[in-house]
């Protein structure tokens, strides 16, 4: 367990329940999302606007859009929330992140159609995950 103040003006000390090493491949993992996506943003405005059409052009920038939202929303989330971190919004939103905009990308490169059955799970889990967010935010503020 890591422990950190829980804010400048009170001394004590609160645990959260999140491991370092479980916390550090969260960092990694948004890291790398960000990386990710700004590669695949140059690559879609660069490469793929010879190959595709405007609608799966749109669809691949729609992926690289809600992406990077969610990769700057997970680091918030990481650097900001002082209790245990809710895990179902993090699984929610890195799971929904790579069925939403995975399914985008495949649909918009290969022009599978059946993997746009995948896109509103992804859709589905990222509302969970801030349903998820609103519900530790109320119970957090409940509790103080």
Do not use: K, N
Request: proline share 3%; with cysteine.
């Amino acid at each position: 367990m890591t422990l950190i103040r829980s804010s400048p003006r009170r001394e004590q000390l609160t645990e959260v329940d999140v491991s370092t090493t479980f916390h550090q491949r969260l960092w990694v993992v948004c890291a790398a999302s960000g990386a990710l996506t700004i590669a695949l943003g140059a690559f879609g405005a660069h490469s793929l606007s010879h190959y595709l059409s405007p609608r799966m052009l749109d669809a691949f920038h729609t992926g690289v859009t809600y992406q990077m939202w969610h990769t700057i929303a997970l680091m918030a989330l990481l650097g900001g929330w002082r209790t245990s971190l809710p895990r179902v919004t993090l699984y929610c939103w890195i799971g929904g992140t790579v069925l939403f905009s995975g399914s985008l990308y495949i649909l918009a490169i290969s022009g599978l159609t059946p993997v746009a059955f995948v896109t509103p799970i992804g859709g589905t889990l990222l509302i969970i995950g801030w349903l998820a967010l609103a519900i530790a935010g109320w119970r957090y503020a409940a509790h103080r």
